[in-house]
Each structure stands twice: as structure tokens, then as C-alpha cells.
């Protein structure tokens, strides 16, 4: 019989991609889709972070294996960046350098977790959080925020699903996919309820730190007594539109850096040395590019907020980051338009799909059922006209 490993049965194929490839299908027939599915900016990378790139060929100096970690360079960077900015004590014994933040993430649960332990995942989540702890053995524990919370988990929701097994707790900051942001208090409260439980230690996502509107974004890892208890995750992709580049990386005490080495050591070995060159300008560069990238976005969430909320049926909270809403559509489940019904999130994303032509992607991949992940990493035009598309297939199920 042929049979792939338990570990990979476990895990799903990522929504987002599978919903992106969706989209793609649809274009190859000549139909004109607007997909809203994949968290990719839809900006160039800045001109500087290129040009780096360019002058590391030219250099000829960069064609041999770089170090597993990274280049030294980059990592004493990322450090002061993260003493600078953030206020954690990084160095660079602290940093390891990966093929993208997913792979930083991948490392860590795999150099932390035995068959058993538990990762509690405060729901809703990225969906590859609840996937790379299942890839490494361990259990998900979802804890959910509810949309009047922001869907924010609580520290009290914290404290109640920490058990013997418990070896983690990960989440993002802004949030993907709801664009919360938790406030300096709430971080607080959260480190708190951590510190009174030895060993337990936070994974935190940070990869769209520059993504925030609400000009409080605090890194846990510099609360008093967290330095030892966090891995930072962090990367380029967002910030600095280079997702195709894959430069992520962590920020951790250096035992579990040197962990993560050993399983990047074993796997991919380090990033591509053209793409840390870029990395390190980016790092040490001009942020007035991410600057102008983050105002546009803001002016998108408040053009996609207003009309949402012109949509009859679709509540959603007020996002404070990233790039997404998930509003809640429940109220949809169970309608028709006559020949095609709806019974859940999933149908809802195949329905405006196939009648309005825009991809979003279903909430239950990301921890919520009840609600659907939408991208305004789009031009305004595209936006305004999928909103439009989704409000008059959205009337007709009845």
C-alpha cells in the first residue's frame, strides 16, 4: 500500500496557496478574477534593496556557501535593529538567518518539540502554525479570540489552557488574518501569566511589524524576564515587498538559536547569499519606501472597511495591521441564490469565486469557520471593484 508518513497525513495542503492556484485556473480561461487570497504585497521591492542585490553579483565575492546562520554582517545588523528599535538585547549569536520566516518557524518547533507537547495556537491563526507543530510531533491547542475581543485571546484564556504538556505558545502581532495588534498591557498580561509557568516559552510573530496603524507595536521579548523565554520571528516579505526573495529570520537565547541551526544545518543550509546582501540594505537602508507602502495601505483598509460595512450580512473588526480583514459571514450559511447554497465558508469562497470573481480564502483554515480572509494588498481599482462584485453576489442568496 502506498502510504506517506503519519506526520504528513496530519497536515493540510496551505488554504491560502490552494486558493491562490484556484484563482490562477480561472485566468487561464480568460475569466477576469481579482484574488484577494494570498498575503503578497502588491508593491516592487525598493529600488536600494535591488540595486544591493546587483552589487553583490557584480562583487563576485558572494558565490560560496554562507555561513548556516547567516552572514555575520547581517545578524550583528538585525541585532541593533532589534536593540534600537524594539528594545531586546539581541546579538548575533542570538539570530539565524532562514529561507523565509515559515522556515524559521519550521526550525523552531522542530528543535523544541517532542511527540506530545503542546503549542497553544491563540486562534485565529496563520495557517501554517497549527500544520509545523503537527510536522514536528507536537499537539495544537487552539485557543480563539472572539470578534468583540478584536480577536485578541485574553491572558486569562492563556492561563486556563496551560497544562503539564504545554512547551509553547505562538502567535502574530499584527495578526494574520485579522489585523489585530495586541497593546503594550496586553503583551504584558500575557508575559505575566508565561513567567509564572517555568520553561513554557512564546514564539512571536512579528513579521509585519511595520505593518501597524496603532503606533504601539511592542515585541514581548522586551518585557522584564521574556528575553529568555522568546524566539522572535521576523523577515522581509512584508515590510519590504520581498516575498519572492525568502529571507526570514529568529531572534532567540542562544540555545535554541544554536538548535535552530543544527535543523537548518541539516535541511537547506543557509540562505541565498544574493538575497542577504539585499536583506542587509534593507536592514541598515532607507525605510521611506515601507513607510510609503504602509500609508497606502492604510488608506486601502479604510476604503475596504467603509465598504464592508455597506454590505448587508458582513460584520468585521477594525484592523489595526497587516493586510487583511476577516469579517464574519455566517449569516450567509444556509442561503441560496436559487441554484447554488451555501452551507459554510468554504462554499461561500467557491460561490464568489465562481459568481463575482474574486478568491478569498476560507476562515476555517485559519482557526475560525464563521469567517473568510480577505487581501487589500490590491490596487484601490481592484479593491472598489471587488467589493462591489461581492456586495451584488452577496444579495442574491436569500
Known amino acids: 500500500m502506498k502510504k506517506l508518513s503519519n506526520r504528513i497525513e496530519a497536515i493540510q495542503e496551505s488554504a491560502t496557496l490552494a486558493m491562490a492556484a484556484k484563482a490562477r485556473e480561472f485566468k487561464s480561461r480568460g475569466i477576469d478574477v481579482i484574488n484577494l487570497s494570498l498575503g503578497e504585497p502588491d508593491f516592487k521591492t525598493p529600488a536600494h534593496i535591488c540595486e544591493a542585490a546587483k552589487q553583490a553579483i557584480d562583487d563576485g565575492r558572494y558565490f560560496s556557501y554562507p555561513p548556516v546562520a547567516g552572514y ?13 528599535e524594539n528594545n531586546v538585547p539581541y546579538k548575533a549569536e542570538n539570530i539565524v538567518v532562514s529561507n523565509g520566516a515559515k522556515q524559521s518557524i519550521a526550525n523552531t518547533m522542530i528543535a523544541l518539540l517532542n511527540p506530545g ?28 479570540g472572539t470578534i468583540e475581543n478584536d480577536f485578541k485571546v485574553t491572558a486569562a484564556q492563556l492561563e486556563k489552557a496551560i497544562t503539564s504538556k504545554t512547551k509553547a505558545v505562538i502567535f502574530s502581532s499584527p495578526c494574520n488574518p485579522t489585523g489585530s495588534v495586541f497593546t503594550k498591557k496586553e503583551l ?90 539585499a536583506a542587509l ?21 479604510d476604503i475596504v472597511y467603509n465598504l464592508l460595512k455597506e454590505i448587508p450580512g458582513v460584520k ?26 451555501v452551507k459554510n465558508a468554504d462554499d461561500l469562497c467557491i460561490y464568489l469565486l465562481e459568481k463575482a470573481h474574486v478568491s478569498l480564502v476560507s476562515g476555517g483554515a485559519f482557526g475560525d469557520e464563521n469567517c473568510v480572509r480577505l487581501s487589500y494588498a490590491a490596487s484601490e481599482s481592484d479593491l472598489r471593484n471587488a467589493m462591489q462584485r461581492m456586495k451584488e453576489a452577496l444579495a442574491k442568496l436569500q
Open 188 to 277: 504584558q498580561d500575557i508575559a505575566n501569566v508565561v513567567l509564572k509557568h517555568e520553561n513554557l516559552l512564546v514564539i512571536s510573530d512579528e513579521i509585519y511589524e511595520h505593518i501597524d496603524f496603532s503606533g504601539e507595536q511592542t515585541s514581548i521579548a522586551s518585557f522584564p524576564g521574556m528575553f529568555d523565554r522568546t524566539i522572535t520571528v521576523n523577515g522581509f516579505a512584508k515590510g519590504f515587498a520581498m516575498t519572492g526573495w525568502r529571507v526570514g529570520y529568529i531572534a532567540a537565547p542562544k540555545w535554541i538559536a544554536d538548535g535552530c541551526n543544527k535543523v537548518q544545518g541539516q535541511i537547506t543550509s543557509a540562505n541565498c547569499s544574493i538575497a542577504q546582501r
Open 316 to 341: 468585521s473588526n477594525y484592523p489595526q495591521g497587516a493586510f487583511y480583514f476577516f469579517p464574519d459571514v455566517s449569516s450567509f450559511f444556509g442561503k441560496s441564490d436559487g441554484t447554488t447554497t
Open 117 to 144: 507537547d503542546e503549542v497553544i495556537v491563540f486562534s485565529p491563526y496563520w495557517v501554517s502554525y497549527d500544520a509545523l507543530v503537527r510536522l514536528a510531533e507536537g499537539t495544537p491547542v487552539l485557543v480563539r
Open 281 to 301: 540594505a534593507a536592514t541598515i537602508g532607507d525605510i521611506t519606501p515601507t513607510k510609503k507602502m504602509v500609508e497606502e495601505y492604510r488608506i486601502r483598509r
Open 72 to 84: 555575520q554582517d547581517l545578524r550583528e545588523a538585525l541585532a541593533a535593529k532589534y536593540q534600537k
